[in-house]
C-alpha cells in the first residue's frame, strides 16, 4: 500500500445502515431482525480505466427478534463489514 500514486485507487462511505423486522418463515414461531449495511465504493484503476466502477456493496445478518440491537450490534457489523471487504476485494481483483 502507497499513500499516494498507486495503480489503484479505493473510495468507499456507508450509505446505509437499516435495521428492520423480518416476517418469520415456514416452522418459526416468531420473526427476526435484519441488520443491512451498504457501501458505496469507486474504484480508480490507472493502469486500465477499462476496469473503473462506482457500485454499491451490501450485505444483511438476521438475528433472534427476542434480542435488541445493541446486544448483537458490535458482532453483526463485524460480520457485515468482513463479508462487504471480501465482495469488493474480489470485484477488484476478480481481472488479475
Do not use: C, H
Not at 484503476?45 to 433472534?64: A, G, H, I, P, V
Not at 458482532?75 to 488479475?96: G, P, R
Amino acid at each position: 500500500m502507497v499513500t499516494s500514486n498507486g495503480d489503484w485507487s479505493i473510495e468507499g462511505k456507508i450509505t446505509g445502515y437499516v435495521n428492520v423486522g423480518v416476517a418469520p418463515k415456514a416452522n418459526e414461531t416468531s420473526g427476526s431482525n435484519r441488520l443491512t449495511i451498504t457501501m458505496k465504493i469507486s474504484f480508480t484503476n490507472t493502469l486500465d480505466e477499462k476496469q473503473d466502477f462506482e457500485k454499491d456493496f451490501s450485505f444483511f445478518q438476521d438475528y433472534e427478534q427476542q434480542k435488541t440491537l445493541f446486544e448483537v450490534e458490535n458482532a453483526l457489523i463485524e460480520t457485515l463489514l468482513d463479508q462487504i471487504v471480501l465482495d469488493i476485494f474480489q470485484k477488484t481483483t476478480s481481472n488479475w
